[in-house]
């Protein structure tokens, strides 16, 4: 693609930007407008849009029509995310909710190691194909993985329960589902305490959660090192072939998926009864030890292949901190999505500063001062859990909220409760 549109090294830069620019400003207004209307409207619209948009980049000709279009794509990408983080949120009860929100973290992992893949093999088997590039049949066929899965969204994305249609739900379970997060201590959406007024946003920014959270989610995105292709640039670096270098490295994407799945299970388990601060800190914990032995760089090479993968570990930490999110804001809903959309705005801003900073390309493939600097932000990761832990057990108890050994046993109650209507309706029918 640069070649065939004539691109510099600024230009490369300037397309970056503009997709940075589209991506940061569409957050905030989109969580706000899936409380005004349907999320089954607006997320398959941007699923719909993103597509669209992806199209469209296989036919430019000129960078000024690259630079428009990844404004777009950016835009809707950006609205895409923390309305899905938002919604699958508000369904579910602290003791189910770090499982889903882990799985779709890892469906990201997922899709970084096999776009490898795609591309391979797009650019190896269809260059040149119908008069078009390999660059441009690669965005051919995002946009026909997208489309169906835009579409498929407007009948089956269920709203948030408080205003649920679904037609695979009947009216009693998603009452059920409304009564059930009522009772786990959550404001429902559209509460008279937490709806939309002129000064929602002042009264947002006075909180701790505000400011807590969002330098949090920026020590989670900057303690996992993913800025730079490390691996990848030290085979390469060391002679080795084309395929381990293109290969090897997914294994840190799978690491990252395993991680996030078991670590979504443990938190959610009666082990730990939806407590989200242990987790976080073990696997920050293990991505510490891999970026400092790679700090030190000159270590055993069985022990840096180690450092390489167990470096990965922090992948799951993302999906457990947004999962979080509810328990620390039960009394706001709306709250809960702001927060999500300004705490991934806040940090995504400030990578800019802080890949150029301390990931500069001239230090490959050692990278010393940002393995420094992922180990640093561990470590600080860490701190921040076990403060939102005390700030959330302190909450609870000016609140009157019960503990989460009492929420349990209350949810086990109501589970037996229905569970007794349902064998006494089945009895009356029989």
């Known amino acids: 693609m640069k070649e065939a549109l004539n691109m510099n090294g600024n230009e490369l830069t300037y397309m970056s930007n503009v997709f940075t620019a589209g991506y940061v400003i569409s957050q905030l207004p989109a ?6 209307l349907r999320p089954s409207h607006v997320i398959p619209t941007l699923e719909c849009l993103w597509a669209v948009f992806t199209f469209c980049s296989a036919a430019v000709t000129s960078v000024p029509q690259l630079y428009g279009l990844r404004f ?12 899905i983080i938002y919604l699958i949120g508000s369904w579910y009860t602290k003791h189910e909710r770090a499982k889903r929100t882990t799985l779709f973290y890892c469906t990201a992992s997922l899709a970084h190691m096999f776009s490898g893949y795609l591309q391979a093999a797009a650019y190896d088997n269809l260059d040149g194909k119908l008069g ?20 498929i969204g407007y009948f089956f994305n269920p709203d948030f329960p408080e205003n ?65 292709p490390f691996y990848s640039l030290w085979l390469k670096s060391e002679g080795h072939s084309v395929y381990q270098i293109n290969v090897w490295p997914t294994g840190q994407s799978a690491v990252g998926a395993v991680t996030q799945i078991v670590a979504g299970m443990l938190s959610d388990s ?54 979080w999110f509810p328990d620390l804001m039960p009394h706001d809903h709306e709250m809960r999505g702001f927060l999500t959309a300004f ?65 349990a046993e209350g949810r086990e109650r109501m589970e037996d409760g229905v569970i007794r209507e349902v064998q006494a309706d089945l009895v009356h029918v029989g």
């Open 72 to 83: 777009l794509i950016g835009f809707c990408e950006g609205a895409f995310f923390p309305c």
């Open 270 to 323: 009666p082990l730990l009864g939806g407590k989200r601060w242990q987790t976080i800190a073990v696997l920050q914990g293990a991505s510490f030890l891999g970026t400092l032995v790679l700090a030190i760089w000159n270590v055993p090479v069985g022990l840096k292949y180690f450092a390489m993968y167990i470096s990965f570990c922090s992948a799951g930490v993302p999906g457990l901190f947004y999962s």
């Open 343 to 407: 705490s991934n705005m806040f940090s995504y801003v400030n990578q800019i500063w802080f890949q150029d900073a301390v990931w500069r390309t001239e230090e490959a493939p050692e990278f010393r001062p940002g393995f420094i600097a992922a180990a640093s932000f561990s470590i600080a990761l860490i701190l921040t859990a076990f403060l939102m832990r005390v700030l959330e057990k302190r909450d609870a108890k000016k609140d009157n909220r019960p503990s989460y050994e009492q929420e």
């Open 31 to 36: 969580v706000i407008l899936v409380t005004k």
């Open 164 to 228: 649920t249609r679904a037609f695979y739900l009947t009216k009693e379970e998603a009452a059920y589902a409304r009564e059930r997060l009522v009772l786990d201590g959550y404001t429902p959406l559209g509460s008279s305490s937490s709806k939309w007024d002129k000064k929602k946003i002042f009264r947002i920014a006075t909180t701790w959660q505000f400011w807590v959270l969002s330098f949090g989610y920026f020590f989670v995105q900057s303690s996992h090192p993913s800025q730079q």
């Open 132 to 151: 078009h590039a390999g660059w441009q049949w690669l965005f051919i066929i995002c946009g026909i993985i997208s489309l169906p899965v835009g579409v």
